[in-house]
């Protein structure tokens, strides 16, 4: 298994690496990861479909997964990231068993798998779990609004960066593999427009790209470089766990 070995039982250390898990009381922590797999999740695996039963709930350490909305007659565009500050799933914890967006892994990894009638079972019965569900799900829908106001407002390039720069912090890595087709497809952009904006940052050695991979160069300045959008669904994630 990539990103560390997990190993289930009682043994199971408290610093799992999902944010959502790791905030837990050590007693729900146990009790709950008795009840869950390690799984390597692989670029382009759909996880959940639109109008489909979901079957499994994941956590992620460092894979990254897109939450996509779909549109007859047009492709299906990102609206947010779900790394290792959540739970891919989340109208489950809702009482709602189906999904409403598709879950496309764009950043291979590990992650914690876990089937949905343990994992409802789990949250009838655990009000710790219960609250950072509900923190989660405040950050993740306030995620999907900024993003929204950012596609609006912000040029390509600045978006391009936020987009890297969210990408990095969930897989854990200043390299990771994207193509220029697929970037585009997430950003709701032609590809050109990607090729225009990545060679801009590409110049000012912010990036580097090649044979699909994308290494960030400089950290501080894509930040830079990005819409303040990025520190801004930052603090969201902040505030989410800041108690825990």
Do not use: W
């Amino acid at each position: 298994m990539t990103g560390g070995e997990v190993v289930r039982g009682e043994k199971a250390p408290h610093g799992l690496g999902n944010r959502l898990l790791d905030c837990l009381p050590h007693a729900e922590f146990k009790r709950l990861f008795a009840s869950v797999e390690p799984v390597t999740l692989e670029f382009g695996e759909v996880l959940h479909e639109p109008g489909a039963r979901i079957r499994h709930v994941y956590f992620p350490i460092d894979s990254v997964v897109a939450l996509l909305t779909t549109a007859k007659g047009h492709k299906a565009v990102k609206v947010a990231l779900v790394g290792n500050e959540g739970i891919v799933g989340i109208p489950l914890a809702l009482g709602i068993d189906t999904s409403n967006r598709r879950a496309l892994v764009q950043g291979t990894g590990a992650a914690i798998r876990m089937e949905s009638a343990l994992f409802r079972v789990e949250v009838l019965r655990s009000q710790p779990l219960q609250q950072a569900l509900f923190q989660f799900k405040h950050a993740l829908t306030g995620q999907i609004a900024q993003s929204a106001a950012c596609k609006q407002f912000h040029s390509v390039q600045a978006r391009l960066a936020r987009y890297l720069l969210m990408t990095g912090d969930r897989a854990r890595s200043i390299e990771f593999c994207l193509t220029h087709e697929f970037m585009a497809d997430m950003l709701g952009v032609r590809r050109a427009s990607i090729t225009t904006a990545g060679s801009r940052l590409r110049r000012r050695a912010l990036i580097e790209t090649g044979h699909g991979k994308i290494t960030i160069l400089d950290r501080k300045r894509l930040g830079a470089a990005s819409c303040k959008c990025y520190q801004a669904i930052k603090r969201m994630y902040a505030r989410a766990y800041a108690n825990s």
